[in-house]
């Protein structure tokens, strides 16, 4: 075969398989022990982590705003869209417009955590994200959705994630 019949079959080849559907992809999976990454032998990184674990398992799963001054400044830089900076901001989002009821806390979190790292004053924790696939409403595909924290003395001071807007 002479080498521009070689190199068209390969221009053909490459060029089908890129007009494919994605039809691989490994699902995103929760961590086995999602409690055991919110440790660290670092006694800093460590207190951060367990304030953002607080803050998905006390305020964000169960609700319990009550405790918001636990784990967030008052100034709680928001960089969620829908969300207005404060501490009071978030409650009130969470509250009045969501109304998500309060519950109680549970032992472990039941949300699909991923992955924590931690460095400095940032925590980053990642989550399964499930979602309907646009092309057929009867199947679902997993991503990944994130939290991350910025730590003052133990508290979450500011956030971001990758929520857009409505």
Known sequence: MSRIKVGFAAFALAA?????????????????DAEALFTSADPKLHRNKQAAYHIIRDLLEAGQWDQADL??????????????????????????????????IPKKTSWPVVAVVAEGD????????????????????TTTAFDMWRFVDGKADEHWDGATRP
């Open 16 to 32: 089908a398989v890129t007009h494919l559907p994605a039809l691989a992809q490994d699902p995103v999976l929760k961590a086995a």
């Open 71 to 104: 784990w967030l400044t008052e100034r709680y830089i928001q960089h969620n869209p829908s969300v207005t900076s404060g501490r009071q901001g978030i409650i009130d989002f969470f509250t009045r417009v969501l109304k998500i009821p309060s519950k109680p």
């Open 122 to 141: 940032y925590v980053t924790v990642a989550f399964v994200r499930e979602i309907k696939d646009p092309a057929d409403a009867t199947k679902s595909y």
